[in-house]
């Protein structure tokens, strides 16, 4: 790649990043775009990775398989939280609603679960870990499990490929889904094999002197890949539970990992997300009282790393106002909570794009989060 054949895509539209489903955050950043990194830092149970699983996985897939979309996508996956069988249950709940309007499950008459008839849609009603009030097994009705065949089929193992019972991939899908830990250098490896496999590196030589001798070597100056127009996204969820580097302090190996990043983001053009903590500095008195109602996570609050918030493309943050332990009834002009601590938004978040090396921030964002069916839809606030 040149200045010229960048101005040339550039103007064909292949810059514009694809939509992540929040038409307010594809204003905000362009969508999600090529040779980029992305670093998403909260709180935890703050549903970082419902919104990245919405935004960067699920929404962007949908796109790439609409008519007149000439886009091929795939991920590579780093799940060290979440098992491959838990996400495509998580991930069916998303598409029953999507695809079939199913959120709200009627139970059968006289069952009840926590003194309603009514439940919604979960991974745990698909995977059968629900009890009724008397701990009777719930199980899933006849309506939904005739959609949840259409979904798995159409959806789930053209996303994540098909798997025998004893879980032995049988066809790839989309998603390259990774439960095994490794360290940093492990994960280059990984990710310079895929490489391999789907391009070719462009090497050039240079001399240089070893132990007073001057001797040749070749330096990677960049990639070709076989299909030019696909996405490669690789996911972390999340940094700091990788393996460690021998000697290597968390810092240490999360800025290793980073630093990898970078190497492949500017060679291959891959994109990468990684979900990261924030530290407890959002919950101080003294923070609450000075910010009031606009406070948020910065990027000084990301935990375990500095080079995230510096190498990052695009760094944002996540927050959850109606936490008790903030005690906010107000939250970026919008009330929240009424005089008695009622919530008025149950469902409210806050994104905020805190860093960017192409776009104006801080910028922030108010969206309502259904983490049940993994879903995010602006504020209605009238």
């Known amino acids: 790649m040149n200045f010229e054949a960048e101005y040339k895509k550039g103007q064909l539209g292949d810059n514009i990043g694809l939509t992540t489903g929040i038409s307010s955050l594809d204003i905000a950043m ?40 000439d886009v091929e996508i795939e991920w590579i996956y780093f799940s060290f939280e979440i098992d491959r069988i838990r996400k495509e249950f998580k991930y069916a709940c998303y598409f029953l609603y999507h695809d079939h309007n199913v959120n709200i499950i009627e139970l059968p008459q006289g069952v009840t679960h926590k003194g309603s008839n009514r439940i919604q849609i979960s991974s745990n009603y698909l995977m059968g870990k629900l009890r009724d009030d008397n701990q009777n097994l719930i199980t899933v009705n006849s309506q939904v499990e005739q959609k949840l065949d259409i979904v798995y089929k159409e959806r789930i193992i053209p996303l994540f490929g098909l798997y025998d019972e004893s879980g032995k991939k049988i066809t790839p899908g989309k998603i390259d889904f990774i439960e095994a830990k490794e360290n940093p250098t492990g994960l280059r490896n990984y990710l310079l094999r895929y490489a391999d496999q789907n391009g070719e590196f462009i090497y050039e030589s240079y001399k240089t002197l070893e132990n007073g001798r001057e001797v040749e070597k070749n330096r990677i100056i960049g990639y070709k890949p076989n299909n030019p127009k696909k996405y490669v996204v690789i996911v972390t969820d999340h940094l700091r539970k990788l393996n460690r580097e021998r000697g290597y302090s968390e810092k240490e190996n999360i800025d290793k990992y980073i630093e990898y990043q970078v190497e492949l983001r500017n060679w291959c053009g891959y994109t990468f997300v990684d979900i990261i903590h924030t530290n407890r500095s959002l919950s101080s008195v003294e923070r609450l009282k000075f910010n009031n109602e606009y406070v948020y996570p910065t990027g000084d609050d990301i935990k375990g790393t500095g080079n995230l918030s510096e190498e990052a493309d695009f760094l944002l943050t996540m927050f959850n106002p109606n936490d008790e332990k903030y005690s906010i009834k107000k939250h970026f002009d919008l009330q ?23 776009t104006e921030c801080p910028q922030h964002l108010q969206v309502n989060m259904f983490g049940n069916i993994n879903s995010f839809s602006k504020i209605n606030n009238n």
């Not at 419902?50 to 897939?61: G, H």
């Open 30 to 69: 362009n969508g999600l775009q090529r040779k980029s990194i992305y670093g998403i830092g909260a709180p935890p149970k703050a549903g970082k990775t419902t919104f990245l699983d919405f935004a960067f996985v699920l929404s962007p897939y949908l796109y790439s398989i609409s008519e007149d979309v």
């Open 336 to 358: 929240i909570k009424d005089e008695d601590g009622g919530e008025l938004f149950p469902f409210y978040r806050s994104l905020h794009l805190v860093e960017s090396r192409d």
